[in-house]
């Protein structure tokens, strides 16, 4: 059973990320429905930073689809190689975007999102799912944010 998290603030980003994912780890454990450990994570995500929209879209035929997330309503469904979600998944690479603006075929779910970071969720070479998150200050994300994602994603993945 889920136990509350304990949040820690006044700290720096690697000491919250530090202290957020061993109870990540704890609140997965023993749970195998990908989509209930998706929808936890980004709870856990959203309770410890706050961010605007933390979320997953899961590869579905040909197409990016919304999956567990924590923020506005969101558009729904992404084609392969638009915006950032869908470049992360056609290049299968993280993608760091300071601003948004500049970030050529950027899709604005939420006008008030400036910043973002999507990372892929790789399964046997093949990209499954996206992790999407955004902020609505300008470069919120860098490559600590980077390191410790891929972790919580590692977790998720079980590897
Ligand atoms: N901005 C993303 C779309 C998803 S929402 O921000 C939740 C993109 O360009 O792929």
Redesign the pocket.
């Known amino acids: 059973m889920a136990e509350d998290l304990v949040i820690t603030r006044d700290t720096s980003k690697e000491e919250q990320y530090q202290s957020i994912i061993p109870q990540i780890e704890a609140l997965l454990q023993g749970e195998t429905d990908f989509i209930a450990n998706l929808a936890n994570v980004a709870a856990a995500l959203k309770e410890q930073f706050g961010w605007f ?1 933390v ?1 997953f879209y899961l590869v579905k035929h040909d197409e990016l689809v919304l999956g567990p997330f924590q923020g506005p309503v ?2 729904t469904r ?1 084609s392969k190689g638009k ?4 470049t992360s998944w056609a290049e299968a690479r993280t993608i760091i975007v300071p601003d ?1 603006d500049e970030f050529p075929g ?5 006008s008030a ?1 400036r910043s ?1 970071i ?1 990372l892929p969720l790789i399964v046997d070479g093949k990209v499954i799912g996206v992790l ?1 998150v ?1 902020s609505e200050v300008l470069s919120k994300f860098d490559e600590t944010d980077q390191l410790y994602l891929e972790q919580v994603i590692a977790i998720l993945l079980n590897r």
Do not use: L
Request: glycine share 16%.
């Open positions: 929209w979320g969101a558009c992404i915006g950032v979600c869908g948004v950027h899709i604005a779910c939420a999102s973002e999507v999407d955004d």
